[in-house]
T-cell receptor, first 112, second 118 residues
């Protein structure tokens, strides 16, 4: 069975600092995709970053980057130079074929 | 500014009543997803359409839930009869999958429908 685990229900970071959110997943598939979605208080889910499992290079989107460790089935999100607007719930997600699985989320607080 | 719209935004109903939630995907998108979000279970995929055809609805309780796409601009999720355990936020998302499985494609989420069943 495929599952996604986010072991940190809550995290906080000082504005302008760096924070890393953890995600692990369980799968027997070799071809899959991983995502980080952000859900601000408005509830609108927004894609932050995605990674294809067959690519060894870690994905980067501006201040957001991932550390993808395929053997360890780990997919952490690093937010650099944190901003107040980064405060939100962050969901790690896994997909393959027609299946999509989300973790339970990490609530990120940004301290001014 | 293209976005997914969902109606109603909030719905309070009594147990046993029929509930219909509607979603208008982004024009031109060919995939539609329905999710349910609760505190206990998090986000769960209920059903998924591609080119209006249902591809997977294994996450949906078949006895009371049904999902359809009458046309390319409308997706519906119906619960009949509703139960208190159905209380949740229901999200619709759409995406554009040009070839192969849409697993990689970005999903654009609507604002959700908050359903409360008393």
């Amino acid at each position: 069975a495929q599952t996604v685990t986010q072991s940190q229900p809550e995290m906080s970071v000082q504005e302008a600092e760096t924070v890393t959110l953890s995600c692990t997943y369980d799968t027997s598939e070799s071809d899959y995709y991983l995502f980080w979605y952000k859900q601000p208080p408005s509830r609108q889910m927004i894609l932050v970053i995605r990674q294809e499992a067959y690519k060894q290079q870690n994905a980067t989107e501006n201040r957001f980057s991932v550390n993808f460790q395929k053997a360890a089935k780990s997919f952490s999100l690093k937010i650099s130079d944190s901003q107040l607007g980064d405060a939100a719930m962050y969901f790690c997600a896994y997909s393959t074929g027609n299946q999509f699985y989300f973790g339970t989320g990490t609530s990120l607080t940004v301290i001014p | 500014d293209a976005r997914v719209t969902q109606t109603p935004r909030h719905k309070v109903t009594e147990m046993g009543q029929e509930v219909t939630m509607r979603c208008q995907p982004i024009l031109g998108h060919n995939t539609v997803f329905w999710y349910r979000q609760t505190m206990m279970q998090g986000l769960e995929l209920l059903a998924y359409f591609r080119n209006r055809a249902p591809l997977d609805d294994s996450g949906m309780p078949k006895d009371r839930f049904s999902a359809e796409m009458p046309d390319a601009t409308l997706a519906t999720l119906k619960i009949q009869p509703s139960e208190p355990r159905d209380s949740a936020v229901y999200f619709c998302a759409s995406g554009l999958a040009l070839s192969g499985p849409p697993s990689y494609n970005e999903q654009f989420f609507g604002p959700g429908t908050r359903l409360t069943v008393l």
